[in-house]
């Protein structure tokens, strides 16, 4: 083979490279696409039922935030008497002794399932337990061998650090945050008595707990007062135990007030309805997607197990202009279902010419480097 047929060679191997590349990309970009929109195939979920049996339920904060959700969205199934429900939900909320029975609900039996039961026992905590007193009594049972609670006696002494500091340090800015910790931890040891944290967050709070005991410095316990803290402000009025529920480590609960700050009904309602999916959905995404979420709720707990993220390549691949362009288009197959055969035939196609192309390229590249040698033409044989 002459330099000028190996020339030739290479430039097809190129071509053919830069095709095998192009088509290869198209598959990753159609599958993304298509298997993006997977749920579109799936009926609206109908919410009435959940919305009844969490108000019959006492559970009011999160079957107003599921009607809210269900306001936003038109063409629900029974849209119009989820929104009576909610209506029914707000008179009594609006009753002054209905609000006067939630605060004596949470002021006495430590409720969280509204905003007014949260103060009764944010403030009956501070009234009758407190940090102290709190300390010492489960100091005591631990010490006489009886059963204690070691998230409780954990809480209560990372309270009485973050207030000594506010004693002794003369910086502002400590007083503030020592001031501020005190809702945020009686807020955490009213989650505890309520079972809505997780054993995982649990031996959490336990450990961070242990390392302020032992440094007398917040340290890394400052990352969960600053994400509960965030979770207690933006989250619907109610729901702060359903929105605890589902968080396993100081990453979940940052993601999770994150969320909840950007589309608190929408979070909640996930939460609700998608628990450790909707958290795992939540990770996968990336950055905060509220339109694609609220497609996904649309089907109810089946969006969750149904809808795919990006592959990892494919993350790491579309960024910038070209993610939002298969977003897009993510958005425009689920509103038009009836085409995702086609965007799958034209995945299969290009899956198909990245093969031929990847073959011919490796042929012409194994000819051009010598791994094989090149068919020689026929001897000529004179004739006699």
Request: with cysteine; aromatic share 10%; hydrophobic share 45%.
């Amino acid at each position: 083979m002459n330099w000028l047929q190996r020339l030739n060679l290479a430039r097809t191997a190129c071509v053919h490279l830069f095709c095998t590349v192009v088509f290869l990309l198209a598959c990753l970009f159609l599958w993304n696409a298509w298997s993006g929109s997977s749920l579109s195939g799936l009926p609206d979920y109908d919410y009435l039922e959940d919305v009844v049996r969490l108000r019959d339920s006492g559970h009011s904060g999160e079957a107003l935030a599921i009607a809210k959700f269900v306001e936003g969205e038109p063409g629900m199934p029974h849209r119009e008497e989820i929104l009576g429900v909610a209506r029914s939900i707000e008179e009594q909320n609006r009753n002054w002794f209905g609000r006067a029975k939630r605060f004596s609900v949470g002021f006495f039996a430590g409720d969280m399932d509204s905003s007014e039961a949260l103060v009764g026992t944010v403030i009956s905590d501070f009234l009758f337990i407190g940090d102290a007193r709190d300390f010492g009594k489960e100091s005591y049972k631990g010490l006489t061998g009886q059963e204690y609670d070691k998230v409780v006696l954990t809480l209560s002494s990372v309270g009485l650090v973050a207030t000594a500091a506010s004693w002794f340090d003369p910086e502002p800015d400590t007083k503030v945050a020592a001031i501020s910790s005190r809702p945020i931890l009686t807020t955490l040891k009213a989650l505890k008595r309520v079972n809505a944290l997780t054993a995982k967050f649990t031996r959490t709070l336990l450990n961070l707990g242990s390392e302020v005991e032992r440094t007398k410095k917040l340290g890394r316990f400052t990352e969960i007062l600053e994400g509960m803290g965030s979770l207690m402000i933006h989250s619907p009025s109610g729901t702060i135990a359903t929105a605890s529920k589902e968080i396993e480590t100081v990453e979940d609960l940052q993601l999770v007030a994150k969320w909840t700050k950007s589309a608190p009904t929408k979070t909640i309602t996930a939460l609700q309805v998608g628990g450790d999916e909707a958290v795992g959905w939540m990770k996968k995404s990336g950055d905060f997607a509220d339109r694609q979420l609220g497609k996904i709720l649309r089907k109810g707990a089946r969006g969750f197990s149904k809808v795919r993220t990006y592959s990892r390549l494919g993350k790491f691949v579309f960024r910038g202009r070209i993610d939002q362009v298969l977003r897009a288009w993510i958005d425009w197959l689920m509103e038009h279902p009836a085409l995702r055969p086609v965007i799958f035939g034209l995945l299969i196609l290009s899956a198909l010419l990245s093969f031929l192309f990847g073959a011919s390229t490796f042929n012409k590249a194994v000819l051009l480097f010598g791994c094989q040698k090149s068919p020689m033409p026929p001897p000529v044989v004179p004739i006699a």
